[in-house]
């Protein structure tokens, strides 16, 4: 895989620093993690990326380097919002936007909230839920910040990481991997307070904009029935599951996903 050297930039919005990379020219595309992680996330897929488009990769706000204690809400919308203005703010009118579980939650509420700033949507196992799925949801959350807050930290975050990606994952995972979930795992005690993103098929219906769905072959429920429940709302989407490979199907198979996403990009820029 291709590598060059990467440096993460600062800007102040509102009162708020941003942490983001910005590499690359030509088309657009904004990165957005899910929980637990930072800009770090997308380490194989900037160079990769940035090779084609100007890629730009912000940790969101409360994440690292940031800390929790920014009083602003926990929430996809303050996030989505966050998104919007950090383009705003780099003189970007429109981008491609790719996000990963809940950072995938945030790119839809950019596209519903923000229209006028989203190009085209690639969502990676979305981290939306239905209204059957809550419970669960829910349950894994509460007892991984039970053990945190026990003192217990790997045991928590080995709970929520085997939940979203599969029995195991947390004790396979690379050294920078952990490091980076610990760095972020008081994040959690903010996410708990976070309104769930459900997945509402009349407003989704309404998007008419490009989109990709990216899933793990292995990837754990509910992340295959939300991908396949989104493929019927659209048309016009294009679904692509990714083998051997779980949650984190953009660190397990790097040359395949960035293909999916590089193949996405050409195909919106030219429709």
């Not at 990481?161 to 980076?180: C, H, L, N, P, Q």
């Not at 396949?228 to 949650?247: G, K, T, Y």
């Not at 397990?252 to 999916?260: D, V």
Request: aromatic share 8%.
């Amino acid at each position: 895989m291709s590598q060059i050297a990467l440096e993460a930039q600062n800007l102040t919005i509102k009162g708020q620093t941003f942490t983001y990379q910005d590499e690359g020219s030509g088309p657009v595309l904004l990165l957005i993690h899910g929980s637990l992680c930072d800009y770090r996330y997308w380490r194989w897929q900037v160079p990769d990326l940035a090779a084609q488009c100007r890629v730009i990769v912000p940790s969101l706000r409360h994440f690292w380097p940031a800390t929790i204690d920014d009083p602003a809400p926990f929430d996809y919308v303050q996030h989505a919002q966050d998104m919007a203005d950090l383009l705003a703010h780099l003189g970007i009118t429109k981008a491609h936007v790719l996000g990963h579980s809940r950072g995938a939650a945030i790119a839809m509420q950019m596209a519903l909230a923000h229209p006028e700033c989203v190009e085209s949507l690639i969502l990676a196992d979305p981290g939306l839920r239905t209204n059957e799925q809550l419970s669960d949801s829910i349950q894994f959350k509460q007892e991984s910040l039970r053990l945190i807050q026990a003192g217990q930290l790997d045991e928590g975050l080995s709970l929520f990481i085997d939940t979203v990606s599969g029995a195991g994952t947390y004790k396979r995972m690379v050294r920078w991997f952990r490091e980076m979930v610990k760095d972020n795992a008081n994040t959690l005690f903010k996410q708990r307070y976070e309104p769930p993103f459900l997945l509402d098929a009349e407003l989704f219906a309404s998007l008419q904009l490009p989109i990709t769905l990216i899933g793990g072959s292995h990837s754990p429920a509910p992340f295959p029935e939300i991908n396949r429940l989104l493929s019927a709302l659209w048309p016009q989407v294009q679904s692509h599951v990714l083998a051997p490979a779980s949650h984190g199907m953009n660190l397990a198979l790097p040359h395949e996903f960035n293909r999916c996403v590089l193949n996405h990009i050409q195909t919106a820029e030219t429709a």
